[in-house]
């Protein structure tokens, strides 16, 4: 019998934005700290899992950091996952054509320089710290995500929808320095969600000022590494949250009875509710850890799938979209997309670039009849939203603002399933 010992190394750092940089994109400060986070596991083949505490990434940039990644640890760029934790109130990437003037571009290099100094810091430190581990998996629930698409009387629209679809599946791994399962010295601890960090999305301040942070998911991050002293890398894995927003946000948008929207912006007390819902995700993602009985030997396969899903021509401004009973899904191009699978064990990770709906890692799941399967949006770059059928006939937001046709989702399912057919096989 072959030998699939585990080991894992992790590692983290701050992603140090200077004073010169800003003000960007209406930020004028940094409220707390944002991260990379890195964790690499090795048996048969050595992965690299990589979180970075930003809203997204566009293609070149995630080539860059692989390539970096790659630089230090030898690890394969196929290997390598660059995931966000879609933290809403963190700078863009903008594209070049928003760049006005060489101010504007300097700063975008000022920002990667950061990026790439957080990522060389966090995969020496997962390096330096590789030794025999253990790995399990343990499943609850958590309360603080909510459907956000809204009936309205002009049709549907962005808001609270407690009635509709969600799915608070809260999935913990956790990887243990080899010993005994109940009491080995925590390495990492990967917790998955379907929930956009979006609690301050959009909210600025009494005095005008607009801040960087690290939003929900970090704070819950953050709050799992100080219950473990700093021995623990905690790292958020996001599911299917195209249509998933916290339970409370600072800034909310309502519709009135005259179809007129309106915005209510509470300002700091966004931050109570980070404080908050971060610390009861964190909470419990810990009482979840706590029951898992982890393994050691256990041997890592990795999978990858390319196919077209038919094109959709995007709204020239998603500023401009607004709720309607009707409107006109315009044919483009077919767009080329990859979907990813990292088995370790009997856990299975499933890395999309789309940002699907939670009604389509449903139908993935009860297609596929594996609980230990984790359905992760905006891997390896991200690729706007990939509604689900009913989302277009009912005109959503996520429906209307999609590079991608009606019944790509279900495109998606087809092409997931063969893949994962392709690595139990």
């Known amino acids: 019998m072959e030998n699939h010992q585990l080991r894992t190394g992790a590692g983290k750092a701050i992603i140090k934005i200077p004073d010169e940089f800003f003000p960007y994109e209406n930020f004028t400060g940094i409220h707390d700290d944002i991260h990379i986070r890195i964790v690499i596991l090795e048996s048969d083949k050595r992965v690299a899992l990589v979180s970075l505490e930003l809203t997204s990434l566009p293609g070149p940039e995630v080539e860059l950091i692989k390539n970096l990644i790659n630089s230090i640890s030898g690890i394969l760029q196929d290997n390598i996952w660059i995931c966000v934790t879609h933290s809403f109130s963190s700078p863009h990437f903008l594209p070049p054509f928003m760049l006005k003037d060489e101010v504007a571009k300097q700063k975008v290099v000022i920002f990667r320089k950061a990026i790439h100094k957080a990522v060389h810091k966090a995969t020496d430190c997962a390096l330096q710290q590789m030794r025999d581990a253990q790995i399990g998996i343990n499943i609850g629930e958590c309360d603080v995500n909510v459907n956000r698409d809204v009936l309205t009387s002009k049709g549907w629209w ?44 959009g909210s600025v301040m009494k005095d005008g000022a607009k801040e960087i942070t690290s939003d929900l998911v970090g704070k819950a991050s953050n709050y799992i590494e100080k219950v473990y002293d700093g021995r623990v890398v905690a790292m958020f894995l996001i599911g299917t949250a195209g249509d998933q927003a916290p339970i409370k946000k600072a800034k909310n948008l309502s519709v009135n009875v005259d179809g007129e929207i309106q915005e209510e912006d509470l300002q700091e007390a966004g931050y109570d509710f980070i404080t908050e819902l971060g610390e009861v995700l964190g909470k419990e993602a810990i009482n979840i850890a706590h029951e898992i009985k982890c393994m050691n030997e ?10 077209s899903c038919p094109g959709q021509r995007m709204p020239v401004d998603i500023h401009s979209l607004q709720p309607t009973l009707t409107y006109e899904y315009l044919k483009d191009v077919d767009k080329k997309i990859s979907i990813h699978a990292i088995r370790i064990g009997e856990i299975v990770l499933l890395g999309t670039q789309p940002e699907l709906n939670v009604a389509t890692a449903i139908e993935i799941k009860k297609s596929y009849l594996c609980s230990r399967l984790l359905v992760m949006t905006m891997v390896n770059g991200g690729a706007k939203y990939m509604a689900d059928t009913e989302s277009y006939d009912k005109v959503t937001y996520e429906s209307m603002n999609s590079p991608f046709r009606k019944g790509s989702a279900e495109i998606l399912l087809e092409n997931v399933l063969e893949l994962l057919d392709q690595m139990k096989n």
């Open 298 to 307: 256990t041997q890592i396969l990795t999978e990858k799938k390319e196919f």
């Open 158 to 201: 962005i808001g609270s929808n407690p009635s509709g679809i969600s799915d608070k599946t809260l999935t913990v791994i956790r990887i243990d320095e080899k010993g005994d399962s109940l009491s080995g010295d925590p390495i990492a601890i990967l917790f998955h969600y379907n929930v956009q960090s979006s609690i301050m999305d």
